[in-house]
């Protein structure tokens, strides 16, 4: 096994590339294996972050985007008696 040290300009090409390239591409144009790659990725605190896609709101009403019944929140009282004590009901309505 081989242990070669990062160069900078091997490093510049990581952090230039990253977003676009996989590490397969990368491990590929370095020369090295991808595990090394996904290493010193981490090593330099690279990361590629998912966006979650934004669904298209509609001009429908949400009854009619979710069909199930909206759930209703417990409805809390809280009591302070005389004596300092505390109790608290959840009743729902």
Known sequence: MENRLWSKT?????RKHYLTMTVRALAAELGRSCASVKYKLG?????????????????????AVDP???????????????AGTITTHRMRG
């Open 10 to 14: 091997e490093k510049a090409l990581l």
């Open 43 to 63: 090593q330099l605190r690279l990361k590629k972050y998912r966006v979650k896609p934004v669904p298209e709101i509609k001009s429908a009403t949400k009854a």
């Open 68 to 82: 199930r019944p909206a759930r209703q929140r417990p409805h809390i009282t809280v009591v302070k008696h005389a």
